[in-house]
């Protein structure tokens, strides 16, 4: 039997929930070096976490590529700086690793701006937005979707960074 949660949680619910801290080391990656020792790590996993950050465009019309993208596990969070090293061949092929699932939230967004920096076709990747809908819960924010599951907030203070500055 599927365990159902509840469908929605308020932002006033959110709001009096314990925040969550990520207790694992953050590693910037901006070397080619550190590429290719970063992705043997991560291949060594089951399931990875999977974000992009692009710096926000204030223009109408005006887009940015991606700047930054971030893979974790449960013990490390990498940083990859995507508009100092592109997207190497070895990130490119852990894009496309089938044996390394990887979890994220708006993945067409995500796949859609990774088009204009490579053509490589991602595999094994876990959008919770399409996921979620048969466990009950409505919501599809990834903050909601968090304080639904594990009953913690998460922070998105830096959700407007611009993610191409020298220090992050």
Known sequence: MTQQYTHSITKE?????????????????DTLRDVEKAVGYLSEFQSVGFDTETRPSFKKGQRYKISLMQISTDEACFLFRLNRIGIP?????????????????????????????????????????????????????????YAILFNKKISKGQRLSNWEADVL
């Open 89 to 145: 061949e070895a990130l490119e092929e852990f894009l496309a690793n089938e044996k390394v699932l990887k979890i994220g939230l708006s993945l067409r967004d995500d796949f859609g701006a990774m088009r204009k920096r490579t053509d490589i076709q991602p595999a094994n990747f876990l959008d919770l937005q399409n996921y979620v809908g048969q466990f009950g819960i409505e919501d599809a924010s990834l903050q909601k979707i």
């Open 13 to 29: 619910a959110i709001s009096e929930l314990p925040l969550e801290e990520f207790t694992g080391r953050i590693i910037v990656i």
